[in-house]
């Protein structure tokens, strides 16, 4: 039991720091991206309540917050799901980041859909993908690092539950993206 919660509590406090640092400074970039892309959208206040080209210190807070918890979120779930995933770091990496991305994207999207009504879809779309991918990919490294998990290969049922994960995140992230160009 005590390995399982060193486990969980080394996941959050590494997701929480790549969340903060990474997600954080990322997702203020590209929102000042987004911003320089489609300047007619001066002024719009998007679902998270933040108004697009104002840089203020509330609203790099909100930006820097919801990377902390999305990026906690992300190293428990790596924690967690670490067991069914093949021994390889590098595989681990892609799969972890790969799915991480979809389920983020496809969440991100339902939970701010009215801003793609107004801000530029394609460019959005790439800047989620690119700002939860470079999120993900060093949570799985820095987990192994300080956590390390036992050398072992999944079996069939763990693979075939991988697959049914990853192929659901995908149709998760593919329906986000419909519902961002109809919006």
């Known amino acids: 039991m005590g390995w399982w919660l060193r ?3 080394i996941g959050a406090a590494v997701g929480f720091g790549v969340g903060l640092l990474v997600g954080g400074t990322l997702g203020r970039v ?21 108004i697009v080209g104002e840089f203020t210190g509330g609203g790099t807070a909100v930006i820097y917050v919801f990377g902390a918890i999305a ?9 967690v799901g670490r067991v069914f995933l093949p021994s390889s770091i590098r595989l681990r990496t892609i799969l972890f980041t790969v799915g991480a991305t979809a389920f983020m994207l496809g969440q991100i999207v339902r939970g701010n859909r009215e ?3 107004v ?15 470079l999120t993900a990919v060093p949570v799985p490294m820095l987990v192994e690092r300080f956590a390390p998990d036992r050398r072992r290969e999944p079996g069939r049922l763990a693979q075939s539950l991988v697959g049914i994960g990853m192929t659901g995140f995908a149709v998760f992230a593919l329906t986000g993206i ?6």
């Open 71 to 79: 990026g906690v979120a992300l190293g428990v779930a790596y924690a």
């Open 30 to 50: 590209f929102m000042r991206l987004v911003f320089l892309a489609e300047s007619d959208a001066l002024g719009f206040q998007t679902a998270m309540g933040a």
């Open 115 to 117: 801003d793609f009504a």
């Open 119 to 133: 801000l530029p879809v394609t460019l959005s779309l790439l800047l989620v993908v690119a700002s939860v991918a």
């Open 178 to 183: 419909m519902i961002a160009y109809a919006t």
């Open 7 to 9: 486990n969980l509590a």
